[in-house]
C-alpha cells in the first residue's frame, strides 16, 4: 500500500510541476535580443522614420555627389585634391568642426550631448588607380563605371548623406562622433591615415566604425594581418663569359626563395589560416649579364598576430640561409649581400562577436536583410582592433564588382538602405538623446 501511496505522489507530483518547468525552459529559449529589441524602437521612432525618408528624398543628390566625388582622382599617396573636395562637401553639411591634419587625414566633429565618449565613423580616401587614370564615371544602363566607383567613393557619399539626414531630422547623439576621410588604405599606403590617429595623434577613440565595400551582410569583426618585403641580392655583376664565376644575384635568390616556400609550405599546412606569396621579382640588365641585383617582393598574411609573427621569422632566415648558403659556393669575387626592406605592415586583431559594438552591426543588418554573416578582411579596422579599440567594418549599400580594375562598377539596388543601416549602427553605438 505504501509503494502504491508513493508511486502515486510521485505522479500527481510530476503532472504539476512539468507543466512549470516546460514553461521555464520555454521562457528561457526564448530569451529577448536586447540589440534587435533596439533596432525595432529606433526604426519606429519619428526622427528616425523622419531621417529615413529624407535619405530616400536625397538619393538625386546622393548619386550626383557620387559621381562628382569619384571624378576628383587620389591616387596612392597623393590624395590631396579629393580630400580638399571632401572638407568641403562636410563643411557645407555644417558640422562643428573640420580640419585636415598632418598626414593628410579629413576629419570632422559632430559634438553628443554628453561628449563622453567618441566614435569614429571612417570611410578611405585613396584608391589603388595611378596618376594618370582615367575616372570618368560612364552610366550604360542603370549602372555606374569607373575606377573607384564602389571602393571607397560609395562610402565617402554614404557618410554625407547619412550625415545630412541627421542634420534636417534634428537627430543629436550622446557621444561626439568623429567623421575621418583616412588617406593610405590601399596597397603600400600601408594604412597609414589610420594608423597616424590611432598611434600618434592625441584623439581619444572609444571605438571604430569603418565603411568599406558595399555589402550590408558582411559585418567584419576580425583584421587579416599582414607583412610585405623587398628583398634585394646585391652584387658586382659582370659579362656573363668574361666574368663567370661571379656571384650571381639570380641564382641566390632563386635559392632563398626555394628554401623559403618550402619552409612556410610546411608551416602553413597546420594552424590558423596563413598565407605568404613571391608577388614580384625583377633585377638584370640583359641576357648576357651577371645581374648586379636581384629582387622580390614578398607578401605574408594571417589571421592570427603569432601565426604572423612566426612566418616572418621563417621568411628572414630562410632568405639569409640561402644567400649565406649561395656565397659558400663562389669560386671568385666577393660575396653577394642581403637587404630585407619592410614596405608594409598590416596588424591582425579581432572584434570578438559578443562586444556590444558587433551585435549592435548585427542588428543593425538584420533589419534590412536575413543573410547577415561575420568575416575577417583587410581594412582600416585592422589598427583600432589591434590596440585593443572595438572596431568593425561595415558595408555602405548598393551592389558592386570589379573593385580594383578599370571596369569596376556600382549599381543603386536599395542604396538607401545602405546608408540607414549606417545611421542606425552609428545611432546605436554613439546613443541618440531623446526629444
Not at 576628383?72 to 585634391?81: D, M, N, Q, T
Not at 545630412?164 to 547623439?173: D, F, R, S, V, Y
Not at 533589419?367 to 568575416?375: I, M, P, R
Not at 575577417?376 to 564588382?401: D, E, F, L, R, W
Request: hydrophobic share 40%; aromatic share 8%; glycine share 10%.
Amino acid at each position: 500500500m505504501k509503494k502504491h501511496f508513493t508511486l502515486l505522489t510521485l505522479t500527481l507530483l510530476t503532472i504539476l510541476f512539468l507543466p512549470m518547468s516546460l514553461m521555464a525552459q520555454k521562457k528561457k529559449e526564448s530569451k529577448v535580443d536586447p540589440y534587435a529589441t533596439q533596432v525595432l524602437t529606433l526604426t519606429k521612432n519619428k526622427q528616425i522614420t523622419e531621417a529615413f525618408a529624407i535619405i530616400d528624398k536625397l538619393e538625386p543628390t546622393t548619386r550626383k555627389e557620387h559621381i562628382e566625388l569619384t571624378e576628383v582622382p587620389a591616387p596612392p599617396f597623393k590624395e590631396s585634391v579629393r580630400a580638399q573636395y571632401f572638407k568641403k562637401m562636410l563643411e557645407a553639411i555644417g558640422l562643428d568642426k573640420v580640419w585636415i591634419d598632418s598626414i593628410g587625414n579629413v576629419l570632422a566633429l559632430r559634438k553628443g550631448k554628453k561628449g563622453v565618449r567618441t566614435v569614429v565613423l571612417d570611410a578611405h580616401l585613396d584608391t589603388v588607380f595611378p596618376e594618370g587614370t582615367d575616372v570618368t564615371v560612364k552610366q550604360k544602363g542603370d549602372t555606374l563605371f569607373a575606377p573607384g566607383i564602389a571602393d571607397d567613393t560609395r562610402s565617402l557619399v554614404a557618410v554625407l548623406t547619412m550625415l545630412k539626414a541627421l542634420k534636417q531630422a534634428n537627430i543629436e547623439t550622446t557621444d561626439d562622433v568623429l567623421i575621418i576621410g583616412t588617406v593610405g588604405e590601399e596597397g603600400l599606403g600601408d594604412l597609414r591615415g589610420v594608423k597616424y590617429v590611432v598611434e600618434k595623434s592625441k584623439l581619444k577613440i572609444d571605438s571604430w566604425i569603418a565603411v568599406d565595400g558595399t555589402d550590408i551582410n558582411y559585418i567584419v569583426n576580425g583584421g587579416l594581418g599582414s607583412i610585405r618585403y623587398k628583398a634585394t641580392i646585391s652584387g658586382p655583376g659582370g659579362h656573363s663569359w668574361g666574368a663567370f664565376g661571379l656571384g650571381n644575384p639570380h641564382h641566390a635568390m632563386a635559392k632563398a626563395v626555394n628554401y623559403f616556400t618550402d619552409e612556410a609550405a610546411r608551416f602553413t599546412s597546420t594552424g590558423g589560416k596563413t598565407s605568404f606569396n613571391v608577388g614580384r621579382t625583377g633585377g638584370g640588365t640583359s641576357v648576357n649579364s651577371i645581374p648586379f641585383e636581384s629582387w622580390a617582393e614578398v607578401d605574408m598574411r594571417s589571421e592570427s598576430p603569432s601565426q604572423l609573427k612566426k612566418i616572418d621569422s621563417i621568411f628572414k632566415s630562410s632568405m639569409k640561409r640561402g644567400v649565406e648558403d649561395y656565397n659558400a659556393g663562389l669560386k671568385k669575387g666577393p660575396a653577394l649581400t642581403l637587404h630585407l626592406q619592410q614596405v608594409g605592415y598590416r596588424p591582425s586583431g579581432s572584434t570578438a562577436e559578443k562586444e556590444a559594438i558587433v551585435q549592435r552591426a548585427w542588428a543593425a543588418s538584420s533589419y534590412f536583410t536575413s543573410e547577415t554573416k561575420y568575416g575577417i578582411v583587410s581594412t582600416n579596422a585592422n589598427t583600432p582592433m589591434a590596440h585593443g579599440i572595438p572596431a568593425i567594418t561595415i558595408g555602405s549599400g548598393g551592389k558592386s564588382n570589379h573593385e580594383h580594375s578599370l571596369d569596376e562598377w556600382w549599381l543603386n539596388e536599395k542604396g538607401a538602405d545602405g546608408i540607414k543601416f549606417i545611421l542606425l549602427t552609428v545611432l546605436m553605438e554613439a546613443g541618440m538623446e531623446k526629444k
